[in-house]
């Protein structure tokens, strides 16, 4: 029987360069388990892991971890306290509208995991295309994402 997933739970993934971490800080009953992902890939897993402590985050997205756990994707190798800058449920952007020519959007809306607190257009500030993308995503996109070095700042959408 796999193991139950509990805040704080410290995930290994494996990637075609390396192996990637990520911990659970978070659930919202529609979109599911909110990880942040450390930056970094490494050759080999981790021994130490208070190598995370006070890493950054690459990015943050929502992840269906239990299903991954069950299905032996990721392996949950150690819970630790969430860090006191990760414990508050983080401000996500939601693309409303898209151009259909550009791809790139036309407007989003600001979600603090409770409300919508905003709708914003671009151009977005500095602050605004930093923050976290509303969306959950599966394995094959959460390693191409880690492999990648993507971040939110990088996506072609924004």
Same mark, same amino acid.
């Given at each position: 029987?796999?193991?139950?997933?509990?805040?704080?739970?410290?995930?290994?993934?494996?990637?075609?360069?390396?192996?990637?971490?990520?911990?659970?800080?978070?659930?919202?009953?529609?979109?599911?388990?909110?990880?942040?992902?450390?930056?970094?890939?490494?050759?080999?897993?981790?021994?130490?892991?208070?190598?995370?402590?006070? $890493?950054? =985050?690459?990015?943050?997205?929502?992840?269906?971890? #239990?299903?991954?756990? %069950?299905?032996? +994707?990721?392996? &949950? *190798?150690?819970?630790?306290?969430?860090?006191?800058?990760?414990?508050?449920?983080?401000?996500?952007?939601?693309?409303?509208?898209?151009?259909?020519?550009?791809?790139?959007?036309?407007?989003?809306?600001?979600?603090?995991?409770? $409300?919508? =607190?905003?709708?914003?257009?671009?151009?977005?500030? #500095?602050?605004?295309? %930093?923050?976290? +993308?509303?969306? &959950? *995503?599966n394995d094959t996109l959460l390693i191409e994402r880690?492999?990648?070095?993507?971040?939110?700042?990088?996506?072609?959408?924004?």
């Open positions: 029987m796999a193991k139950r997933i509990k805040f704080g739970d410290i995930i290994e993934i494996k990637t075609s360069k390396g192996y990637g971490y990520m911990q659970y800080t978070h659930k919202d009953s529609m979109l599911g388990n909110l990880v942040r992902v450390f930056k970094g890939i490494y050759i080999k897993p981790l021994e130490d892991l208070q190598v995370l402590e006070d $890493k950054e =985050i690459q990015f943050t997205t929502f992840f269906p971890l #239990q299903t991954a756990v %069950n299905q032996n +994707i990721v392996t &949950v *190798i150690a819970n630790k306290k969430v860090r006191k800058d990760l414990q508050p449920f983080p401000l996500l952007k939601s693309m409303l509208a898209q151009d259909k020519e550009t791809w790139k959007a036309k407007s989003w809306e600001l979600w603090d995991g409770e $409300k919508v =607190i905003g709708l914003i257009r671009p151009p977005l500030t #500095q602050e605004q295309i %930093n923050l976290p +993308i509303s969306e &959950v *995503i880690i492999d990648s070095g993507w971040t939110t700042k990088l996506d072609l959408s924004i």
